[in-house]
Each structure stands twice: as C-alpha cells, then as structure tokens.
C-alpha cells in the first residue's frame, strides 16, 4: 500500500501561482511513476502531469503545458506541481496519483484525497 497527502492547494487570483506538494509513504517502491489529476465541479477527471522515478521524464496534459512542472524529490518521498499563469479554468480539486506504466496507459493504483485549487478572475 501506498498513502499520499497533498498539500498546498488555496485561493489565488489569475495570472498567480502555487505550488503543490504530495508526500508519498508505505510501499513507495511498487510505484515508480507519481503524477497529479484534477476534477472540476462538474467535469470528468483530467490528467495532469506524471514524473518517472528518477525525475528525468516528465509528461503533461495539453492544457498545461508550458504552465506547470512536475518534480520530485526522492529523498523526501515528495513529488511536486508548481502551477503557474494560473487560469479560473484551472480551479478543480487536485490529486496526487502513484502508478506503474507510462502514459498514455497511465492508470493510477493510489490516489490521495484531493487538495482544492480555486483561481478567482
């Protein structure tokens, strides 16, 4: 088993940013790919962005690209999404996801609770 706790989520005027944290612990090891979902009121769940173990590959989610960036840092078990020119599109509960396959076959094992991001115009 693995537990994620996001953090970091808030209130923030468009054209900001935040920055998301999501602490990964238990079997970390069974879960070499870590990324982030979101969902809006609303709407179906929207893939993100993931990172692969080693922090060298990354992958992201036409609506973000170029906008947000996914890290880690292994030795803390942390994975991070630093958000940036954010939109009111953009406001959605936000989750961080641990899986094993790449994507497009990206299918999450471990989701955490959710953190709420809400961009005000």
């Known amino acids: 088993q693995v537990q994620l706790q996001e953090s970091g989520g808030g209130l923030v005027q468009a054209g900001g940013s935040l920055r998301l944290s999501c602490a990964a612990s238990g079997r970390t090891s069974s879960s070499n790919v870590m990324g982030w979902f979101r969902q809006a009121p609303g709407k179906e769940r929207e893939f993100v962005a993931v990172i692969n173990w080693s922090g060298d590959s990354t992958y992201y989610g036409d609506s973000v690209k170029g906008r947000f960036t996914i890290s880690r840092e292994n030795a803390k078990n942390t994975v991070y999404l630093q958000m940036n020119m954010l939109k009111p599109v953009d406001t959605a509960v936000y989750y961080c996801?641990?899986?094993?396959?790449?994507?497009?076959?990206?299918?999450?094992?471990?989701w955490g609770q959710g953190t709420q991001v809400t961009v005000s115009s």
């Open positions: 996801t641990a899986g094993r396959r790449w994507p497009p076959g990206y299918n999450p094992d471990y």
